[in-house]
């Protein structure tokens, strides 16, 4: 497969702390790729620098399709203000907007495109409600619509599964699976148990970062990220479980 982006010899802290230290990692296009790892590892620190959004102390990052405006960014929905006075709509809008266009006005084009994504997404009979009106479900939804309208090359999701039920999280999880077929999907988690059956590698971040392809990863990959026992359990769907550590 063709490369999209690649991560080539990343260090970045903060202060004079290194929080990553000599990363490399290759992202595929339709790739289907885990990043996970412990809390205060590195993961959200390494999506902020794919993002543009730190620069690396040392190393380099190369988007090869040319445009970090197209890297779609799905944050965890617990983390932002659902108490905004803004509409589905209005909120999907958003993802137009980047820098160097602040000011612009709204055009039909954008419009229509924003439409069309919250149809596919089963929120157009909610598309001129308050966003604190929505379930847990139909928000992720929504932060979804608001990455895909700028037609990503690759879509991040941080811990996507979090905060919403069963239902809503299998719903979610065919639709992550429908988006793979034609753009490169990269989910952020401590819990990769929902994405067992449609991950193609898996990156194990923890300062350092460990890759793997599918069936690949073992016990004694993930006791090495996470610094304690680990368990795999395997019945009808696959499980990872952590013991706890003191």
């Known amino acids: 497969m063709r490369k999209i982006i690649e991560v080539q010899n990343l260090t970045f802290g903060y202060a004079s702390q290194p929080v990553l230290l000599d990363v490399n990692l290759d992202i595929y296009e339709r790739d289907n790729l885990l990043i996970i790892g412990p809390n205060g590892g590195g993961k959200s620190t390494l999506l902020k620098l794919i993002m543009g959004i730190l620069h690396p102390w040392s190393g380099n990052i190369q988007c090869h399709n040319g445009n970090r405006n197209r890297l779609g960014y799905v944050p965890q929905y617990a983390e932002f203000n659902r ?14 907007i980047y820098s160097g266009n602040f000011f612009k006005p709204r055009q039909r084009e954008h419009l229509l495109k924003a439409e069309a994504v919250i149809e596919r997404l089963a929120l157009a009979g909610v598309r001129h409600h308050n966003i604190n009106d929505l379930s847990g479900g139909q928000r992720q939804r929504l932060l979804i619509a608001r990455a895909l309208v700028s037609e990503p090359v690759v879509l991040f999701l941080d811990e996507p599964t979090t905060s919403i039920d069963a239902v809503s999280q299998l719903n979610l999880l065919e639709f992550i699976g429908e988006l793979n077929q034609t753009t490169a999907i990269v989910v952020i988690t401590h819990d990769p148990t929902p994405f067992v059956k449609s991950y193609r590698h898996v990156a194990c971040v923890n300062r350092t970062l460990f890759y793997h392809d599918r069936g690949n990863l073992d016990v004694n990959s993930l006791e090495q990220v996470y610094g304690c026992p680990v368990e795999l359990l395997g019945h009808g769907i696959p499980h990872v479980v952590l013991h706890d550590h003191e």
């Open 83 to 96: 108490n905004f006075p803004i509409t589905v709509l209005d909120m999907v809008m958003t993802g137009f």
